[in-house]
């Protein structure tokens, strides 16, 4: 079994830089769509169906959807900082080790009804923003480096489709890899 196909199923995030009107809309609009697409793919799963993993020592759907709602949190934080701030440094957070916290065996409908409720207002926040909003930008101290919107916008996008289609692969495999 190809590790690397199943670790990133939609591939890695592309973007080009300098994004045209129509390709940050369709980003905005797959920002949208998420919390009813995962919603639906995992409504009729049991919990042990949510026990399973998207590839070998990967995450269960349970720690995918919760890490979603943890990770758009923190994005529409990063938004805020960069729209009302100089330059911020941004504060990141180990994922991984979040993953692992009690909150993680919640019912995943918290955290379903979380990224309905929060997408909703970022969404709405994303189609009021500027040209020169869309530029603005924040510093990642993991990175060393810089980030605009639009590209976090695009990284965004691409971090739902990436997590719908690690669920998607967990239920098609049935968490099983031989």
Not at 31 to 54: C, G, N
Not at 108 to 119: G, K, P, R, Y
Request: glycine share 4%; hydrophobic share 40%; aromatic share 12%.
């Amino acid at each position: 079994m190809d590790l690397e196909k199943l670790r990133y199923p939609i591939g890695k995030l592309s973007y080009a830089g300098s994004p045209t009107i129509d390709q940050r809309n369709g980003w905005i609009q797959d920002i949208a769509e998420f919390p009813d697409q995962l919603r639906a793919a995992v409504k009729d799963l049991t919990q042990e169906q949510l026990q399973w993993h998207y590839r070998p020592e990967g995450w269960t759907i349970r720690q995918v959807v919760h890490h979603c709602a943890d990770s758009h949190l923190n994005a529409q934080l990063r938004f805020k900082l960069a729209l009302t701030e100089g330059l911020p440094t941004i504060k990141p957070y180990k994922e991984a080790l979040w993953a692992q916290l009690p909150d993680i065996e919640e019912d995943i409908n918290v955290s379903l009804d979380l990224l309905t409720a929060l997408h909703k207002k970022w969404v709405y926040l994303l189609e009021r923003l500027s040209e020169e909003d869309f530029s603005r930008q924040y510093i990642h101290p993991e990175h060393n480096k810089t980030f605009d919107l639009n590209f976090t916008v695009a990284m965004y996008s691409w971090h739902c489709r990436h997590h719908y289609a690690h669920v998607l692969q967990a239920i098609e495999h049935k968490g099983e890899f031989a």
